[in-house]
């Protein structure tokens, strides 16, 4: 017998797998001695009411053998004598480009300008302790890409765009926990992500793939309409069948490089502003409804937008990337600029909670920057980040400011402690951001402050600025056959080339670029 069941539960049994076992006996009368499997299928928090329950679906088998959990298996093909193709980046997109080119039979070569993700802990070390920022080996460069150690929420909306629970078992089958196929809003956590990225490499280079860290690609070769291959800072020529591009939404170079080769990109919509941290005990009692979360009961995060007009339009304002019971980052990628994200553990036990609150940025906001094309968006980052540090003192101690102050038009005399461990400078934040995001950010928070009662409070700080939500640049490419509008046999894919905005939008972008590269080959389309 197999029977499928949904039930509104309290957390405290909904959590606890021998109280929701035993509830779940008593709801369908049958008896520890029947032996049921019981499997969850999903599970999400209804905080709506004063009184928060989860709902939960569930199978439970009786008397019969429960199929697999995962229709995904690590069975892979040898492809070290395959044809090779490249795959540029070693983040989400260029993981799962490569892990399903093997499954296509076709052998990946990925370059990656970083390092390996434990190495990469060193150069984060250094930015936090020392100020120090490696460029190509910080919090958005390095195996695993800006994921890795930058939260790891796999939560995507994008779901006509590919399977995402192909995806989520992949991601398990390589050690995540099952738990991300069952959650509403899955997350995996920083400090278990790396171990996942290790054992999808080690994946790759089992069945026959290469893996090359600090190897950064400064050159395309280019032979009439088609990418023949890439040349890295070595001077080294490096061949294949296709380029796949997962370089990140943060490889400015590259977006300079295919300007300056005339390889067509165009400046495309982003936002910007700034990361805002409160108690996380605040934001579970506005919540939650309680002023003491159980211990069943998860960090409690939210989601935020407003519709503020300024000059005459109107634009939206957003939290972005909210991470709760977590911690604000340095990410810059290179020294002389301030950038911040947000990141939290598996637990999500840091005594904070965080979000990106950002302001969309369009064709309006750029015309100052036009004389750089569809560069505009990249320069204006730039300043923008470039102005933050130096306002903040010149390393990576970030500026900084009370929320109540920051809608007063009053520098802070003192801040608050924070999870950002550079350190924080008071400063008055509409001197770092442009007059028309720091307008639209202050009536924004106001309208949050009436939407969440206690969210406009002086026990919340602003910390600047967030500016990498996602690339300022398109690489266009074919609705198709995903190759680029111009230039044949190169697959721009995932953020940085514009089509993704997370691990599981980016890891499905991935895939699909190379199903259509497997399809060019055995079309034969390549000279």
Do not use: W
């Amino acid at each position: 017998m197999k029977k499928t069941i949904e039930l509104a539960l309290p957390p405290e049994v909904a959590f606890n797998d021998q109280l929701f076992e035993q509830h779940l006996l008593q709801t369908l009368r049958l008896r520890p001695e029947d032996k049921p499997f019981i499997r969850k299928l999903k599970r999400s928090i209804d905080a709506r009411g004063r009184q928060i329950k989860v709902n939960l679906a569930a199978e439970v088998y009786v008397g019969e053998p429960a199929p697999p959990l995962l229709a995904y298996r690590k069975d892979f093909p040898n492809v070290s004598k395959a044809p090779q193709a490249i795959v540029v980046g070693g983040g989400p997109a260029g993981m799962f480009a490569a892990l399903r080119l093997i499954e296509l039979g076709i052998k990946p070569l990925i370059l990656e300008r970083g390092k390996d993700v434990r190495s990469r802990r060193r150069d984060l070390a250094a930015i936090t302790k020392h100020h120090t920022v490696n460029p190509e080996s910080n919090y958005c460069f390095g195996e695993g890409g800006a994921g890795t150690y930058s939260d790891g929420k796999l939560y995507t909306r994008s779901k006509k765009r590919g399977d995402v629970r192909r995806i989520l078992e992949i991601l398990v089958a390589h050690g995540a926990t099952e738990d991300i196929l069952v959650d509403a809003h899955p997350h995996i956590g920083t400090n278990k992500l790396p171990l996942i990225v290790t054992a999808q490499r080690e994946s790759i280079l089992a069945a026959g793939g290469e893996f090359h860290f600090d190897t950064r690609v400064t050159d395309l070769y280019i032979k009439g309409n088609q990418l023949k291959g890439v040349y890295t800072q070595n001077g080294d020529l490096i061949e294949g069948i296709g380029v796949i591009l997962a370089t990140g939404h943060s490889a400015r170079d590259i977006f300079e490089l295919l300007y300056k080769r005339n390889v067509y990109i165009e400046a495309k919509p982003f936002a910007m502003g700034v990361r805002i941290e409160h108690p996380q005990p605040l934001i579970d009692s506005i919540q939650y409804h309680t002023a003491n979360r159980s211990d069943y009961l998860p960090a409690s995060s939210y989601a935020l937008v407003a519709q503020v007009k300024h000059n005459g339009i109107e634009k939206g304002i957003f939290s972005f990337c909210m991470c709760p019971g977590g911690y604000i980052v340095p990410s810059a990628t290179a020294p002389g600029e301030v950038v911040v994200n947000g990141m939290s553990p598996s637990r999500r036990d840091s005594k904070y909670a965080n979000s990106g609150i950002v302001v969309a940025v369009d064709a309006d906001d750029m015309l100052p920057y036009e004389k750089y094309g569809p560069l505009a968006g990249l320069q204006m980052q730039k300043e923008l980040e470039q102005r933050a540090c130096l306002i903040a003192g010149g390393t990576q101690t970030a500026p900084a400011q009370l929320l109540t102050d920051f809608i007063r038009n009053k520098v802070s005399r003192e801040l608050l402690p924070t999870s950002y461990q550079p350190g924080l400078q008071s400063v008055q934040m509409s001197e770092v951001l442009p007059e028309n995001i720091s307008y639209r950010l202050k009536e924004g928070f106001k309208q949050f402050g009436q939407k969440m009662k206690g969210y406009l409070t002086d026990q919340a700080q602003i910390v600047g600025v967030e500016s990498r939500t996602s690339s300022p640049v398109r690489i266009p490419r074919d609705k198709e056959s995903l190759e680029h509008v111009q230039l044949k046999r190169l697959f721009p894919c995932g953020e940085g080339a514009g089509y993704a905005g997370g691990i599981v939008s980016a890891a499905m972008d991935g895939e699909r670029c190379a199903e259509k590269l497997a399809d060019m080959y055995n079309e034969k389309r390549i000279l």
